[in-house]
């Protein structure tokens, strides 16, 4: 993830505090789902 947004970076500069503010709030949301997960399927992850 964190190399496609170094992609996007390159590719659009200009655009580069967007792209910044989007890769927080996916980073975000992809932590608020993991915490919304049951604990049975967090540890079970761990285990892995």
Do not use: G, M, W, Y
């Amino acid at each position: 993830n964190d190399r496609h947004i170094a992609d996007l970076l390159e590719t659009f500069p200009e655009d580069k505090e967007a792209i910044l503010e989007i890769s927080k709030k996916a980073t975000i949301l992809e932590e608020e789902n993991r915490l919304k997960l049951p604990k049975s399927v967090l540890s079970s992850q761990l285990c892995l």
